[in-house]
């Protein structure tokens, strides 16, 4: 997909007036099927709200006569232009296929009135748009909402108001508490980076060309933003990046779990009462772990949703040809009445390592719990994964971890294009992570479902993190990243053992993997992975306003007394999609 974004840009950076030719570049690249309908658009629309504020949005609308049902799309990334041609494209699909689409910017971006304050509005302002659209004499009284990311969560939040007009959601790459207080490691990578983009596409002096390549690209965004990674306190790190305060930022990095803008912005409570949900993400996208709950929500209220998970990450073009099939079926029948061409089973997981999609009924899919215990020494890159039983004697290994040179993050679910599979070698040579392997398989072993880590261990500090990646190595030793996680140890986390060591679950995250025969499964054991979670800097209490950091030495145990184990699903009988490539 990286072809598709080079397109673009050429197509940009010769005259950036051309957003109908990026548009109809991008659909025909994905082999998005044209519309029967041609499509008028009226643009700048205003909205009232109810306390006098007014969003501006464009209305495309298909030559159809009479009411049509409609579809809502809200961004705060802007309704067109050559940082927003995907949105501007599905609007224009979507009405080209028959539907009345609204594309709307969120309060206080763009051309709409009122201030951007992120997450909070948009329960108030969603319902308000979806009353406003169901009055008009072109909406047939159905509508339905699409969107990836911040788009996606705008649909749940207006699907606060339980208006019986939303008729169909299509979250992509999301989650319904999409701003959720960061327990685990402070999202340092993610909130800089999109802090970053947002300046980018708001800085008029930029050209589309550099526009584009500040949003998307990973090493011009690393040249501005390594200061601000390495900046104490991180409190501050915003006004490194933008140059002055983010008033979301601060709210993150200065309060605590009980601030109650963490409950007034969580929507996880609408999703078991609807409406019902076409998901789509990716197994390296940064919020796949809170859309698998929504999805698992809405199925067992009964809701009938669908889930496409592919091996996508958060900027991947990949899933964007499904995400318009897969939501035009939807609104088709959800909207229309139309009968649907529907799946056999509800879930469809692309199994990477065998490439090719399978289906499932329920998630997590039918599987047996193996473990996978820790032997050996992994300080030593010798250590091995046993699926038996754990050792009876084994020496614990030991590392230090300093803050001041933090175990580094290499891929894995980014909000950037260097995100997803990567060579882990460089990562696995320092002495701060821990190695253990499998011989080399006999045979094939496919897992799918979340991947956990459960551990013995003991820090000399008061707090510490330990992250666990599980990986793939291939015949020529390449090693590339599945899933991962991360845990941060503080007092009363972990269960105290006798002999005065914590016994922790570090969630690893989910997947669909095959692992080849001849390749061996491995697992790194490490206390770190910055930017992408803010170091551990060792210090008791709030991190995040402190400039203070020490090091931590750091024991695994792998013994009978600690029986240190990855847990795998392995997936006893899938059905086949006929091994089809993805899409």
């Known amino acids: 997909m990286e072809r598709l974004q080079k397109l673009a840009e050429r197509i940009v950076s010769a005259n950036d007036a051309v957003n109908g030719l990026v548009r109809r570049a991008i659909t025909w690249w994905l082999r ?43 961004t705060p990334y802007g309704r067109g232009g050559p940082s927003r041609m995907i949105a501007e494209m599905y609007a224009w699909q979507f009405a080209a296929h028959g539907y009345h689409v609204i594309i709307q910017d969120t309060r206080g971006r763009c051309e709409s009135e009122g201030e951007f304050v992120p997450f909070v509005h948009e329960a108030d302002d969603g319902a308000a748009t979806l009353e406003w659209m169901a009055a008009q004499p072109w909406c047939a009284g159905v509508i339905g909402m699409w969107g990836a990311s911040y788009l996606g969560y705008t649909q749940w939040a207006a699907a606060k108001s339980g208006a019986p007009y939303l008729r169909a959601l299509v979250p992509i790459i999301t989650r319904s508490d999409l701003m959720y207080y960061p327990a685990n490691g402070f999202p340092l990578d993610l909130l800089l980076r999109w802090m970053f983009q947002i300046q980018a596409i708001d800085d008029p002096a930029l050209s589309p060309l550099e526009m584009l390549r500040r949003i998307n690209d990973a090493r011009v965004q690393d040249r501005y933003l390594g200061e601000a990674f390495a900046h104490l306190p991180v409190a501050t790190a915003d006004e490194v990046v933008i140059g002055r305060q983010s008033p979301l930022y601060r709210e993150m990095a200065e309060s605590g779990p009980d601030h109650p803008v963490w409950a007034a912005v969580d929507h996880r409570d609408v999703v078991p009462k609807g ?90 899919p039918p599987a047996e719990r193996v473990a996978f215990f820790l032997h050996g020494s992994g300080a030593a890159k010798t250590g091995r994964l046993f699926g038996n039983r754990p050792p009876a004697e084994m020496a614990p290994d030991h590392y230090r971890y300093d803050p001041a040179d933090p175990t580094p993050n290499l891929g894995g679910p980014k909000l950037a294009n260097d995100a997803g599979a990567v060579d882990n070698r460089p990562l696995e040579g320092r002495a701060d992570v821990l190695v253990f392997s499998s011989l080399p398989l006999a045979a094939d072993l496919e897992i799918a479902g979340p991947v956990t880590l459960e551990l013995y261990v003991r820090s000399s500090r008061p707090t510490a993190d330990f992250f666990g990646r599980l990986c793939d190595v291939d015949r020529k030793g390449s090693s590339r990243n599945i899933c991962d996680g991360l845990l941060r140890v503080g007092p009363g986390k972990g269960d105290v053992q006798p002999d005065g060591s914590l016994r922790i679950t570090v969630a690893m995250s989910a997947t669909a993997y095959c692992f080849k025969a001849g390749h061996r499964i491995r697992l790194q054991v490490s206390s770190g992975a910055h930017p992408r979670f803010a170091r551990n800097l060792g210090v008791e209490g709030p991190q995040t306003t402190t400039t203070v950091m020490f090091p931590a030495d750091q024991t695994v145990y792998h013994d009978a007394a600690h029986p240190s184990a990855l847990f795998l699903l392995v997936v006893t009988a899938p059905s086949s999609l006929n091994g089809s490539e993805p899409s």
């Open 32 to 74: 998005i099927p044209p519309g029967p309908y041609a499509v008028h658009v009226i643009s700048g629309v205003r909205i009232a709200m109810p306390d006098g504020i007014h969003l501006v949005a464009d209305h495309y609308a298909p030559a159809l006569p009479g009411p049509q049902p409609a579809i809502l799309i809200r």
């Open 275 to 364: 409406p019902p949900a076409c998901f789509i993400s990716g197994w390296y996208d940064l919020f796949l772990d809170g859309l698998l709950e929504d999805f698992r929500a809405q199925q067992e209220a009964g809701l009938n949703p669908q889930l496409t998970v592919g091996p996508w990450h958060h900027l991947d073009y990949g899933y964007l040809s499904i995400a318009f099939r897969e939501a035009l079926g939807w609104f088709d029948a959800h909207l229309r009445g139309l009968p649907q061409q529907r799946r056999e089973h509800p879930i469809r997981l692309y199994v990477m390592g065998a490439n090719r999609w399978r289906a499932f009924d329920h998630w997590p």
